[in-house]
């Protein structure tokens, strides 16, 4: 049952050839260095960017997958949430190719395709549900940052979220501040390997709450206080160094800590974790620490998958097609807004 995936929600233009549970191809276009001059993305410029890059990813997908589209047994794509703009080029393309070929079309809810990235690995990739158990999930990037119980597959629970800035955001506005290219989240974790995480305190915001929420924004307010009281600081680049590792040191802490906290709350004995923030070497390196301390198993994706790629969007439909069959309408409309169990108009 091979399927076509698109996935433009932000800045990543992708692609993907998905057959059951078998990833075929996964082909993103990244638009990193166009947003770059501008410190972040822009909505229209990544609109332009998707509508130029769309064809040829997908032509490229296909051809990789050795699939014609004649071949397909659908189409799916990314529905929401994301920028409105962004999500209309992916959607409406995929809308439409449905409709020339006679086949079914499937709105996909991004976040919880990010939940079923860390059960694809292996060469080539494959998503292996067979050991699929029911597991508290921490998504986290630039955009989102929450905790998700998955009880089942097709069913889950949010159980906390940002309150304001995502960890992503927080290391991308922290490494503005230390003068560091946009996105800084890898060129933190690269500088924080050779700092001491210890060197400077900063805080844990939400850490000994009970509840499962997050909120980042008060570190980045922390660091900005803590440049602006040392000034010449950035001017030594172990400094630099030592800034980075403290500042990643309390957002992962913060995250494992809750994360973990949700899991025994939850009485799972499986995490997992997707999202761009989840290439963080410290996040995972942490993870696993603890969660071996806890008897907890788990299940990191692959890097390829943590970032925004249709690939995961893929997974999900075949998934849904073969547990619920539950098909989108082609005159469905994008969801920018959509939360993660909440209903949509098909």
Not at 16 to 44: F, R, T
Not at 246 to 263: D, F, P
Not at 313 to 335: E, K, P
Request: proline share 5%.
């Amino acid at each position: 049952m091979p399927l076509l995936a698109f996935e433009t929600s932000c800045d990543e233009t992708g692609a993907a050839v998905v057959d059951d549970d078998k990833v075929l191809s996964n082909v993103v276009s990244s638009q990193i260095v166009l947003h770059a001059e501008y410190g972040g993305v822009v909505p229209e410029l990544a609109a332009r960017e998707h509508l130029r890059n769309l064809l040829p990813v997908a032509q490229l997908a296909l051809r990789e997958a050795g699939i014609s589209t004649q071949s397909l047994d659908g189409v799916c794509a990314t529905q929401g949430p994301g920028l409105p703009s962004a999500l209309m080029i992916g959607m409406k393309a995929a809308q439409a190719l449905a409709f020339a070929l006679e086949r079914p079309f499937l709105g996909v809810h991004h976040h919880e395709a990010h939940l079923y990235s860390p059960w694809i690995s292996g060469s080539p990739p494959v998503a292996d549900f067979s050991r699929f158990q029911p597991n508290v999930s921490l998504i986290v990037s630039g955009g989102h940052t929450m905790l998700v119980h998955v009880l089942d597959e097709l069913r889950t629970q949010v159980l906390g979220a940002t309150l304001d800035d995502a960890a992503g955001e927080c290391f991308d506005k922290i490494g503005k501040l230390v003068g560091l290219p946009y996105p800084a989240g890898a060129a933190i974790d690269r500088l924080a390997r050779d700092g001491n995480p210890a060197a400077f305190s900063f805080p844990r915001p939400l850490i000994n709450q009970p509840d499962h929420d997050f909120s980042f924004s008060g570190l980045k307010t922390s660091v900005r206080y803590f440049l602006r009281d040392r000034p010449g600081i950035l001017n030594d680049w172990q400094s630099i160094r030592d800034l980075c590792a403290s500042a990643q040191a309390a957002i992962v802490e913060v995250l494992v800590t809750k994360t973990v906290r949700a899991a025994r709350t939850a009485g799972v004995r499986c995490i997992t974790a997707s999202g761009g923030v989840a290439c963080n070497s410290a996040l995972r390196a942490q993870l696993l620490t603890a969660c071996t301390g806890a008897g907890i198993s788990l299940r990191v994706a692959d890097a390829s998958f943590c970032t925004d790629n249709a690939a995961m969007i893929g997974i999900l439909a075949s998934r849904r097609l073969r547990l619920s069959a539950q098909m989108s309408s082609l005159d469905a409309d994008i969801q920018p807004g959509w939360i993660l169990g909440g209903t949509v108009n098909n």
